[in-house]
């Protein structure tokens, strides 16, 4: 099977710019997540979606939205860019192992905010 | 609030010298603890899932154990390939499918 892919993989834009990044999961995987790594804070929960839904939120401001499509695809945007939100966006999907459930990470979309 | 602490922030090791990082949680109602291995530049790579006490799992070099309050991942007689930052994350029954990531042990191994 095909991994979770990214696109972009490299983006820079400007304060005040809007971005939207893409993310296909595994072919199968209804649920989707989305973290924001930084060298400061690590790995942080943005949201997941499960079946077109959002079920679950981080704490991040609503600057940060996302969305989910039939297909199982989804897509994340940040508005009003801020100097801080320069990070690498990761995206992963869930599926079930021998055991339980398991999250899958994509490359990232590396973000740098100028 | 669940929390996730990993010790240490790095280290390093010469080439066949083992050793262990720690993985210490604070969770209500854990439903998996997973470690994952990240080189630079690249998304966390999934190593093992433990779910309840006492479980031990082993992939080639590493093995991870889970207690009720903490986890290791042992690394026997490491190699360079194996430098990298391994980052420890939980899922608890409130949270769907969402982890809640340590900082992370950034592993240097040196020939």
């Given at each position: 099977k095909a991994g979770v892919t990214q696109t972009p993989r490299y983006l820079i834009k400007t304060r005040g710019q809007q971005v939207t990044l893409s993310c296909s999961p595994i072919s199968g995987h209804r649920s989707v997540s989305w973290y924001q790594q930084t060298p400061g804070q690590g790995l942080q929960f943005l949201f997941e979606y499960f079946s077109e839904t959002q079920r679950n939120k981080g704490?991040?401001?609503?600057r940060f939205s996302g969305r989910q499509f039939s297909n199982s695809r989804s897509e994340m945007n940040v508005s009003?860019?801020?100097?801080?939100?320069s990070a690498l966006y990761l995206c992963a999907s869930s599926g079930m192992l021998a055991g339980g459930e398991t999250q899958y990470f994509g490359p990232g979309t590396r973000l740098l905010v100028l | 609030e669940d929390q996730v602490t990993q010790s240490p922030e790095a280290l390093r090791l010469q080439e066949g010298e083992s050793s262990s990082l720690n993985c210490s949680y604070t969770v209500s109602g854990l439903r998996g603890l997973f470690w994952y291995r990240q080189d630079p530049g690249k998304g966390p790579e999934f190593l093992f899932t433990l779910y309840s006490a006492g479980e031990e799992k082993e992939k080639e070099r590493l093995k991870a154990t889970l207690t009720k309050k903490e986890s290791f991942l042992h690394i026997t007689a490491?190699?360079?390939?194996?430098?990298a930052t391994y980052l420890c994350a939980v899922r608890t029954n409130?949270?769907?499918?969402t982890l809640t990531f340590g900082k992370g042990t950034m592993l240097l191994v040196s020939p």
């Open positions: 704490n991040f401001p609503g009003t860019l801020e100097l801080g939100d | 490491p190699k360079p390939e194996d430098s409130s949270g769907y499918s």
